[in-house]
């Protein structure tokens, strides 16, 4: 079976991409037309700068996951998620473990985010139509 799929191999990173990139084109959405409630509850949760951190996190987020979905430049904002990731687990995920709370899905999306810090952007990218990669 390793032979007849070892063609698609080349194909992985662009999974991890759509799934990472359209979660957090959604998750920074949200933020950025919502930015006084999400920089009211980082204040709530004690992130400092809480209005300068929601601004950071929205944009990181939504434009972020554009350049993770369309493979441009993908480590630079996969550090970035990544980054995104372990704090919003550290300061709210954690405490509800990994049974609830959304623990589990940050740390899964944390996993993918370090996947592609690894992988690149791989086929089907701009970085591989244009030549350019990081």
Same mark, same amino acid.
């Given at each position: 079976?390793?032979?007849? +799929? ?8 662009? +999974? ?18 919502? #930015? ?29 996951? /554009?350049?993770? =979905? $369309? ?7 996969? /550090? =970035?998620?990544? #980054? ?24 899964? =999306? $944390? $996993?993918?985010? #370090?996947? +592609? ?18």
């Amino acid at each position: 079976m390793d032979d007849a +799929l070892k063609p698609y191999q080349d194909y992985v990173p662009l +999974l991890l991409r759509i799934a990472v990139g359209s979660v957090f084109i959604v998750a920074g959405w949200g933020k950025l037309t919502g #930015i006084d409630g999400t920089a009211e509850f980082f204040g709530g949760v004690g992130i400092p700068l809480p209005v300068f951190s929601a601004w950071l996190v929205a944009i990181v987020e939504f434009f972020g996951g /554009i350049m993770v =979905l $369309l493979g441009f430049f993908t480590r630079i904002p996969a /550090i =970035l998620l990544g #980054i995104i990731m372990i704090v919003a687990m550290i300061t709210v995920k954690f405490e509800a473990g990994l049974g609830g709370g959304g623990l589990r899905v940050d740390f899964m =999306l $944390l $996993l993918m985010c #370090i996947s +592609l810090l690894f992988t690149g952007d791989g086929k089907a990218s701009i970085g591989e139509a244009t030549g350019k990669t990081i």
